[in-house]
């Protein structure tokens, strides 16, 4: 098995490139959480095998070892993530695995929350972070990032027979109607695709809120994974791209130069944490350390 921080030089290129500014051991504890879900993501997007996800998770239930934790072997174990969270992330790997189309956008982001909202909540807890505010904040980046990934996949993701954006958004469709479409569903996706991008944008912008309240080379750090993930969206709306072509990416130079235009540029200082937008976890109230006022 590769090291934590190989697995996150290989699959999560945005965030490892944004983490060369944070000190040694906060970057480890970062590439155990993300080696630990991609594994679990390979294992389900490889396998599609519901049982051997559900022996994983037995194993769990049952405080036994297993291979798949073995990221978590580095961490001390105040910072493993605790057990409600990584429930919730089996819910999510196990909605991956049953796939079927959303019906409303609320499911869209139930989704979300359980895939990478809960990976947030991971974060704060290996970076020790209890404020139950700057925890909100951590959900509406993963949600954010995941919107990001649905909404530059589309295509990709119906090759593999999945279908993210909801029926009230596209209708209920197949993946043969995403991989084919006629002239007037490609327009159709296209604009979907679109609102999820602006929707992403208002979990960045609460987000960002919260980042800047993180200890100096970790903020600096998320600022740069969020700001450069974001700017995903932005370059497939500014350049029209459709969903159907080949998937988008910042280059590097393009990386290098919207890093340092981000470095140089002037944040707004704020001097105590804001309150958080409830309507942003509307859908998500009741599931565990969402904002349910």
């Not at 798949?68 to 072997?73: H, V």
């Not at 295509?155 to 479409?181: F, H, Q």
């Not at 072509?245 to 130079?253: A, D, G, H, I, N």
Request: glycine share 2%.
């Amino acid at each position: 098995m590769i090291s934590p921080s190989q697995s996150m030089r290989k699959h999560g290129k945005t965030f490892y490139w944004a983490s060369r500014f944070l000190e040694k051991e906060i970057a480890n504890r970062f590439y155990a959480v993300y080696q630990f879900c991609r594994n679990i993501d390979d294992l389900v997007d490889e396998k599609k095998d519901k049982d051997t996800l559900k022996n994983i998770i037995q194993t769990w239930k049952k405080k036994k070892d297993h291979k798949i934790f073995d990221s978590f072997k580095s961490l001390e174990p105040r910072l493993v993530p605790q057990e409600h969270l990584l429930k919730e992330f089996f819910n999510g790997q196990s909605f991956d695995i049953n796939q079927k189309q959303p019906k409303t956008l609320n499911e869209l982001i139930i989704y979300c929350y359980r895939v990478a909202g809960v990976v947030g909540l991971m974060l704060c807890d290996v970076m020790e972070l209890k404020n139950k505010t700057l925890r909100y904040y951590a959900i509406d980046l993963g949600i954010a990032m995941q919107l990001t990934n649905i909404a530059r996949d589309i295509y990709e993701d119906a090759n593999n027979n999945r279908i993210y954006i909801p029926e009230t958004m596209i209708g209920k469709v197949s993946p043969e109607k995403l991989i084919n479409p006629s002239v007037e569903q490609e327009r159709k996706i296209n604009h979907a695709r679109d609102k999820l991008i602006d929707l992403a944008d208002h979990y960045y912008q609460s987000a960002n809120v919260g980042i800047q309240f993180l200890p100096k080379q970790t903020q600096r750090t998320i600022f740069i994974a969020a700001h450069l993930y974001r700017e995903i969206g932005i370059k497939i709306k500014i350049n029209c791209i459709s969903y159907d072509e080949p998937r988008v990416f910042l280059t590097k130079y393009e990386k290098i130069i919207k890093t340092i235009k981000f470095l140089f540029k002037k944040q707004r200082v704020i001097s105590n944490i804001p309150q958080h937008n409830y309507l942003l976890h509307k859908a998500i109230h009741k599931l565990p350390e969402a904002n349910n006022v």
